[in-house]
């Protein structure tokens, strides 16, 4: 009945994220974190499972109907999608889409079965800091050459704050508390929650302030029937291709489902450029395929490789789970078997089963002024950490820190903070991996 209830939550989280413009994983894990904060580890995966899974079906109406990416991996949706509005066929193209994304979901379970013992048998052979070391050179690696362009010397920078602010309270590699500056609350080092907001949120607000909305009115009068059809007799090759390729894309750390979407699109219009469902359904599928894959390193070896799994790895962490378990991967890899992918494969078919009749109904939402959702937005980020400032018994200091990270992440809302956000979670493991490698 728990796993129930993770699941249904997730899925309605994932619902209404998809739809609203410029939101994504990312910000509904944020928003959620209180609730979060109850559930276990098992109830915390699949929440996270549920929600990135159905983000995928509903992120696509907006970027259909409105020309406005729902989510982050949208961008391909927006250029395709908007096609099939013009010609009064948005519904076929919500239908399409929602069916590449089951195809995708079936195509990483079976390349996972198929691909699970290998990875089993390298991570067992290597069970040593070694291979932490070298894999968090890696997040590194892609941290400094990833975001913000390759801009090198901007990502460095903003990983050095990250690390920093990693650094007060209690350490693995020192004896008691460290750089509090005789400030009691930074024993406990900086909220998290806090950080999240200021270089995450605030950013996008004044993204979703520059939304200009217009609803599509185009009658459509497209059945599933026609979508199947029109799916299995002209999208099948393309969007088993999309599967495989988004799959394998989803493993590089911090742009698995990103370059999963646009890798896809981009082989598929080299293939067929004047085919628009194609292209569509291509990197639907790949999106999907590409968001399970992208798990499997946090739920083997506890290395998160996107922002949004950053935030559950700090969430799972605090709810017991103990992270590196390379002696029982056999033990995580049959939680996958036996837990992950059930629930997956069934995520995948309600999130069919929503899109399509969700699809017209969503726009009278979305018809609403934007600065209503984004003063909605900026009201539950002030409650929220308020609340958990007040459960924390650091009201005054979640304040301080929500002002000046506020400040700092509005400043830097033409940057992606990832990097920062990366490194100030995984900061302290990365510090005791790395001088541990030393000693070694």
């Known amino acids: 009945m728990n796993e ?16 609203i413009p410029g939101a994504g994983v ?10 979060l904060m109850g559930f276990d580890i098992l109830q915390l995966l699949l929440f996270y499972m549920s929600l990135a899974s159905m983000v995928q079906f509903t992120g696509t109406i907006p970027a259909v109907y409105l020309g406005v990416p729902g989510e982050t991996n949208s961008l391909p949706a927006v250029i395709e999608g908007t096609k099939f509005t013009k010609k009064g066929m948005a519904k076929l193209a919500i239908g399409i889409s929602a069916l590449g994304s089951v195809v995708g979901s079936i195509i990483a379970v079976a390349l996972t079965f198929f691909l699970i013992t290998i990875l089993i048998d390298q991570i067992t052979v290597f069970f040593s800091n070694t291979l932490k070391f070298y894999l968090y050179l890696i997040i590194i690696l892609f941290c400094l050459t990833v975001y913000n362009k390759g801009n090198i010397l901007i990502n460095a920078f903003l990983c050095g704050i990250g690390f920093i602010l990693s650094l007060p ?3 693995d590699i020192a004896q008691g508390f460290r750089y509090t500056f ?3 609350d930074l024993e406990f080092g900086f909220p ?3 950080i999240l907001i200021g270089m995450l949120i605030v950013p996008t607000i ?3 302030l520059k939304y200009n909305i217009k609803v599509n009115t185009v009658d459509d009068r497209t059945n599933f029937k026609t979508a199947i059809a029109y799916f299995f007799r002209k999208c099948m090759p393309s969007s088993v291709r999309g599967g495989v390729v988004g799959y394998l894309c989803g493993f590089v750390p911090g742009v698995s489902t990103v370059l999963a979407t646009n890798a896809s699109y981009s082989i598929e219009k080299k293939l067929n450029k004047l085919n628009p469902g194609k292209l569509l359904v291509s990197s639907e599928t790949a999106n999907n395929s590409g968001q399970f894959s992208s798990m499997l390193p946090l739920l083997l070896i506890g290395i998160p ?3 949004s799994e950053v935030v559950l790895y700090s969430l799972l962490i605090d709810a017991g789970w103990s992270p590196f378990q390379f002696d029982t991967v056999e033990l995580n890899a049959e939680l996958i078997y036996k837990k992950i992918v059930p629930w997956f494969v069934f995520a995948n078919f309600v999130g069919l089963c929503v899109a399509w009749p969700l699809a017209k109904k969503t726009l009278a939402i979305l018809a609403l002024p934007t600065h209503y959702m984004v003063a909605i937005l900026a009201i539950s980020m002030l409650i929220l950490n308020s609340y958990l400032g007040y459960l924390d018994y650091r009201l005054v200091f979640y304040s301080l820190c929500l002002i000046v990270f506020g400040t700092v ?9 990832l990097p920062l956000i990366f490194m100030f979670i995984l900061g302290n493991n990365i510090e005791s991996v790395l001088y541990r490698q030393w000693l070694i």
């Open 26 to 35: 990312l910000v509904a894990m944020i928003i959620a974190t209180p609730m």
């Open 192 to 194: 998290l929650i806090t």
């Open 169 to 171: 309270g209690e350490s």
């Open 182 to 184: 005789g400030i009691k």
């Open 409 to 417: 992440g509005y400043f830097l809302r033409k940057y992606e903070s």
């Open 206 to 208: 004044f993204s979703m």
């Open 4 to 19: 129930l209830l993770a699941v249904m939550t997730g899925l309605l989280a994932g619902t209404i994220t998809g739809v």
């Open 305 to 307: 490789i996107t922002g």
